[in-house]
């Protein structure tokens, strides 16, 4: 976790949610599509926030997206991205 010092906030990058207990989900706020992220494509170091930035919908081209970090724990348990 690197703490920005001009904010006081606490930015995480990808490594502080791994894969095996968090799923990342990516919804577009403009059309609706939702999709988990993939992560072979993001560099670890990039931080969520600043992800938030880059991130365009495959289905409309819009970059109004927003991510929401799943805790899917030890058990297996996948998020169904479906409609």
């Known amino acids: 976790m ?3 010092q001009s904010t006081d906030t ?3 990058s990808l490594d502080d949610f791994p894969a ?3 799923t ?3 919804f577009c706020d403009a059309c609706g599509r939702r ?3 993939d992560r072979a494509k993001v560099p670890k170091h990039v931080t ?3 992800l938030t930035k880059v991130l365009r919908c495959s289905s409309c081209g819009s970059r109004e997206a927003s991510i929401r970090i799943i805790y899917t724990g030890a ?4 998020h ?3 409609p």
């Open 2 to 4: 690197a703490q920005d």
């Open 10 to 12: 606490i930015k995480n």
């Open 20 to 22: 095996e207990a968090f």
């Open 24 to 26: 990342i989900m990516v």
């Open 35 to 37: 999709c988990s992220l």
């Open 48 to 50: 969520i926030q600043d």
């Open 75 to 78: 058990a297996g348990f996948h």
């Open 80 to 82: 169904n991205s479906a």
